[in-house]
């Protein structure tokens, strides 16, 4: 019988990390396990060849028994623009298991720090309306004596007054140790007590906070909302990477992982939780708090999300006819899910409407109901590694969800990385040349979402990328990169014929879920009136360059609007009022779901869409 592999350990230089290997775990599994993140497109399945390490020290081994030169490049597109010259070679971590201790270099792009992480939700401060769930309310209470020895919820129940209250079990745990904590024993207690609906869920000082936190939870990254449930003020907000993006960029990457067994679903369910807490942790903490004072929450996310934060099973959810285990809002109470709140805290996750168009697009609807219900026709779009449509015509709603995948984020993409330091953002046409703009205005290292579509409308331009998508040769930026022609954006960030081709199956989807959808309401593209445009992502792109490269229909820009994450603002009007939680279960039952995948004519309308504008619109000099 032979012995496993003696464990080894991985030391990450630029991180101050070492991790432990177990047994035949591959570098990028090792780091997942351990939280170090390594970008990794396909959750480290060996399809994306995003997750490009240097072992600089030890031994290593390749995962399958291709010669290692299938599986290694001269240098990373993302670092250098040339050759190693007799350094390591850059190599996919999700393909090389170690045989010794080990040094790696991890790719700046896996290292740059977030600075766009979906808070900006485009309200410009707008005061929320408030209707809480939870209401606070300041008692004073007689103490007890040997004359009035009442048990200490009953003393609590006589203070509220309320015929029919009930206490939560870890509420009424903590009952005592606040009252005594809280008054001189002689003269009486003050206490504060939090009631949902008819139960008291929470004891704490007089004169305490009452938080809640509203909770935007997307496939990429997740913001929360610090409310101040008494006025209504946003205290604090936050954006962090979904963790769960190590199991894959996209949610079929996730769903397969999660059908496992129920280890693998797990491992979702706790990274969607640890983020959610780290969150609440931190924005508590920004404003002098603790998450203890969080009293209630709500919870926005499509299908998945949604399905996998809850433990609910997501293998039918993967598979035709996509079909969900609930859509109707539903309450949890908060410590069921792990999370560190107050004794009695109840988590709203926001109803879904069908397939994968989930809470979060039902609240982007609640955020923009001032813009599509004017009269005539909109259309209401957020775009993601799942795109969420609704075209609001006459009074009725359809929705339909895209597979658009990462690759409008830049996920997916040979150089792609997120909207960090270094990340081109920005692609422009001067003198016959490109001309790059980087967020936080420094060397290039990657290419984010806005930067991909500016480079595909800068190259179709340039004439470098033809109508059918291919890169030509003989331009000055066009150069040989494993095999397949790329452009050079940058010294070391390239746009290859494989990126073109997954940008085109992207917009592709994305344009046949906006025809089919109209072709529904017998209306062509023209009759839009309001193009509305949501997510982080959208808006930072150029809608002239989705004009140019086929993702918008060519409308006037003036129809266009973009504003922001508009499910972290309608998720916060559901945290701060129960009319707007109402709201929100009213339109997910008007919207009429349209499976798109099953339509006869889904596939010959996406192939039209596959290929970019011949004639590209005039643009103003």
Known sequence: MTSPPAPHRLHFPELDREIEVQGDETIFHSARRNGLRIVGACG??????????????????????????????????????????????????????????????????????VVRADVDTGDAGEQLPLDPAVVSHDLNLTAATLSDNRCDAERMLDAMNMPGLGIDIDAARQLSTVLRENGDGGLGWAVRAHRRDRELIDFAPAGSRSLGIAVDLGTTNVAAFLIDLESGAQLASLGIENPQTAWGADLISRINHAIGGPRAAADLREAAVAAINGLAHDLCRAVGSHTERIVDAVVCGNTAMHHLLLGLPVRQLGRAPFVAALHAPMEVKARDLGLSFCPGARVLMAP??????GGDHVTTLLATEDRWREEGTSLVMDIGTNTEISLIH??????????????LEGGHISCGMRAADGA????????????????????AVGLCG??????????????????????????????????????????????SQHDVRAVQLAKAAIRTGVELLLRDHGIDEQRIDRFIIAGAFGAYIDIASGIDIGLFPDLPIGRFVQVGNAAGLGVRRMLSSVKARTRAAEIAGACRYVELSTRSEFQKTFMHHIGFPAELPRRPQ
Not at 352 to 357: I, L, P, Q, S, T
Not at 463 to 487: K, M, Q, T
């Open 424 to 443: 081109i953002e920005r692609v422009r046409v001067e003198n016959g040349r490109l001309a790059v703009e980087t967020i936080g205005a420094c060397d």
């Open 394 to 407: 006459q009074g009725k709603i359809s929705s339909a969800s895209c597979p658009s995948g990462p690759a």
């Open 44 to 113: 480290g399945r060996g399809t994306c060849g995003t997750c490009v390490v240097r072992v600089v020290e030890g031994r290593i081994d390749h995962v399958h028994s291709a010669p290692p030169e299938k599986l290694e490049t001269d240098a990373d597109p993302a670092t250098s623009d040339k050759p190693s010259h007799g350094r390591k070679k850059w190599l996919r971590a999700c393909q090389l298991r170690v045989r010794s201790d080990c040094t790696v270099e991890v790719a700046p792009r896996s290292m740059a720090t």
């Open 450 to 495: 806005s930067g991909v579509l500016d480079a595909l409308s800068a190259l179709r331009r340039l004439d470098i990328i033809s109508a059918r998508g291919r890169i030509a040769a003989g331009h000055p930026d066009v150069v040989e990169h494993d095999g397949v022609r790329a452009a050079v954006l940058a010294p070391g960030v390239i746009f």
């Open 352 to 357: 879904n409407v069908g397939g994968f168009v």
